[in-house]
């Protein structure tokens, strides 16, 4: 009787025991991420300074220019459309522009 409650008892204490072991892993792997995220984190930053897109970007492409002044003059021909009149005649059939 007295060997099952010890049993019992170590089987808490064995339960207890794994759980934190678990816990201390899951810290040491939180602790892990953390600092390969700041290690990345630090990579990054050199990698975008190095290439200086982060201090005013890279000087304007002249075909990106021409191709943003085609889109702009689209826009603004799309504003002021030209009128199109269609003609009829008496029994509403379409006829042709003189």
């Not at 060997?3 to 025991?17: G, R």
């Not at 201090?55 to 191709?67: D, H, L, M, S, Y």
């Not at 009128?83 to 005649?89: L, S, V, Y």
Request: glycine share 6%.
């Amino acid at each position: 009787m007295v060997a099952e409650y010890v049993i019992v008892i170590m089987s808490i204490i064995e339960c207890f025991v794994i759980l934190w072991g678990l816990s201390q892993l899951q810290r040491s792997l939180r602790e892990e991420v953390e600092d390969l995220e700041t290690s990345i984190d630090e990579k990054l930053a050199l990698a975008i300074q190095s290439t200086g897109l982060s201090t005013g970007g890279e000087p304007i492409n002249p075909v990106q220019a021409a191709i943003a002044g085609l889109i702009q003059n689209m826009a603004q021909n799309q504003q002021n459309p030209k009128q199109i009149t269609i003609h009829q005649d008496e029994k509403g059939l379409f006829t042709k522009k003189e």
